[in-house]
């Protein structure tokens, strides 16, 4: 019984750092140290709960959550390509710009401050058959599947193929890690480097959708309580890799999910929650240590 | 005659574009804010005026600004001492919050008999602690390479998980409820400088190390090489500079400030340390370091013009009811174009040069 909760709420838990780390993993590998994809999830979940409850449709909404990632992921290349801004500086500024307008616009359209309740918002709907409810152990996992969810996985697998093997795949991989070659190409690394950013968006804001739909259908401030930067852990810890990265987001997300029990058990949560970004430093350390000692090896 | 005509004339540019800088991303954030403001149908200038006059009006509201603007002092220094050398510390807000918690912990828990000598002791225990905290990711970056951008990102959430636990915890004022710790000891709060007014004496500290900074960057060996390493790694080595050495150091001198101001801020504003002892001023510091171009009086407008905007905020929601959000929109707007002018000069000089 225990195990079936635990299981549901890390898939659970996992998608919207799972869909924001598959983006900014892509982003990496073209060259960008996507810091603000916080900004763009904590957009997607407002866009994705206005929008749900205007339309009355989970898949408008999710895809509005997306484009606005999109166009905010766009805007912030812009400003680094074009204009050569310091990539981590502008994120962080983006971080406070987003939420500073999502702030304001709560406050004076919907006259809140923190929280937007909107009537008729469609959650993502579940979608699997109810026998399937009842199969031992993954039972309680399957009937809390939605499509977002089933997106997320299937991207996992397909993302490998598409950096291998496909034109734009190729592109991104080296405008990110040969620029020169690149160039010598003819590949306009920044235009590259701008799809990439976007396309990180587009995940952020669907991770972001999957956030305020998936169970709550809700909007507050501090809904994203800083996935976006779980997910930045993940993919440097799993070295911008598809399937690694993936199994390190499924990591956290059981994290997540164990925290409360863990509580009980007398582990305090809030440590608990340093684990992913301890194990990011140790990341960082057993490679610089690795590359530092093939350097001494090989001089 | 034509040798110190060209030695004249890139000074004033100089001069020119420094002040540009510097007036640059404010203005565009000033226009964002207008662009806002006049999107829901009120007059920007209006709403400016009465920010101004609600952070510069009355020594009363002066005295607020400082008050807020004290703790971006010390995270605009540290942010800077760091950025002027190429190292991309974004983890003084981690070092802060660290700093607050170790200087509020020697003041409710040394015995209050110790009196006046418990203020240094907060401040150099909060140092201490800081500085090895920031020690860290700077040997990891001297010696393996180590990205500081995101190790000392990574190192603000374990510290925001430590004091978060430890304020929930151990350290948990036993009286007064949830998440902070017990008051300190009277003697080890910083004295009040204007009474009705939060600003306290933690204030001068502040203005203390701009100046210190100041001659620092300016008049000693140590600061100047750790200039030409921020200008160039190549050049720096090549007249002998140590690169490592310079990277630790300033990553230890960034812990030292961050864990002073945290210390400021914990015995001068709070009393105690709290959950949610920072709400960003790590991060506005940057802005600061920013806007101030790592300059000592640079750094101390920057500070006292987001110290007016934070207590301007608050009020002009009161009055106005304009949203509070409208600081954080021209902040991030501000450290957004506080880089991308950077661009844009490397831009121009490329132009000129080629």
Known sequence: MIVDQIIAASLTLTTPILLAAMGGLVNRQGGIVNIALDAKMLAGAFVAVIVSSATDGWFIAVLAAAIAGALIGYLYSLVITRANANMIVAGLGLNVLVAGMIGFVLNWVYDSSGTLRLPDVQRLPKFLPEFMYDIPVVGLALSELEPLTVFAWITVLVLPFLLANTRIGLWIRATGNAPQVARAMGISGRNVQDFSTAFAGFFSGLGGAHLALASIGLFNEGLTAGRGFIALAAFYFGRDRPIATALVCLLFGFLDATQIRMQTAGLPPKLIGTIPYLMVLVALCIAGWRNHRRKAVSS | ?354
């Open chain 2, 1 to 354: 005659m034509a040798e110190t005509a060209t030695i004249d004339r890139p000074q004033l540019s100089l001069w020119l574009e420094k002040g540009i800088g510097l007036a640059f991303p404010f203005l565009v954030a000033l226009l964002v804010a207008s662009l806002v403001l006049l999107l829901i149908g009120e007059n920007p200038i209006d709403v400016f005026s009465l920010m101004f006059a609600e952070s510069f009006g009355t020594q009363r509201r002066i005295a607020a600004t400082l008050s807020a603007a004290t703790p971006l002092l010390f995270t605009g220094i540290a942010t800077a001492i760091c950025f002027r050398s190429g190292v991309f510390n974004v983890g003084v807000e981690g070092a802060l919050v660290i700093g607050g918690l170790c200087a509020a912990f020697i003041g409710f828990t040394l015995p209050a008999a110790m009196s006046v000598t418990l203020i240094p002791l907060a401040f150099g225990f909060a140092a201490i602690v800081s500085a090895i905290w920031l020690y860290i990711p700077g040997v990891l970056l001297a010696r393996y390479e180590v990205d500081e951008v995101v190790s000392t990102l990574m190192l603000n959430f374990v510290a925001f998980g430590i004091t978060g636990y430890l304020v929930n915890g151990p350290l948990l004022s036993e009286i007064s409820g949830n998440n902070v710790t017990p008051l300190v000891h009277e003697a080890a709060q910083l004295r009040r400088l204007l009474p009705p007014s939060t600003l306290h004496a933690g204030f001068l500290v502040g203005v203390a190390l701009v100046v210190i900074y100041g001659i620092w960057t300016r008049r000693t060996p140590s600061g100047f090489e750790s200039a030409l390493v921020g200008q160039s790694k190549r050049f720096s080595s090549a007249v002998g500079i140590s690169i490592p050495t310079t990277i630790v150091l300033v990553m230890v001198l960034s812990g030292v400030i961050s864990g002073m101001g945290g210390a400021s801020h914990a015995l001068g504003q709070l009393h105690r340390f709290a959950d949610g002892f920072s709400p960003g001023y790590g991060f506005t510091g940057m802005a600061v370091a920013l806007l101030g171009r790592n300059n000592a009086l640079g750094i101390f407008l920057g500070a006292v013009l987001f110290g007016a905007l934070a207590s301007a905020g608050t009020t002009v929601q009161l009055f106005s009811d304009i949203p509070l959000d409208i600081v954080n929109i021209i902040e991030g707007t501000v450290m957004i174009f506080a880089v991308v002018e950077l661009g844009r000069i490397t831009l121009l000089r490329r132009r000129s040069g080629g």
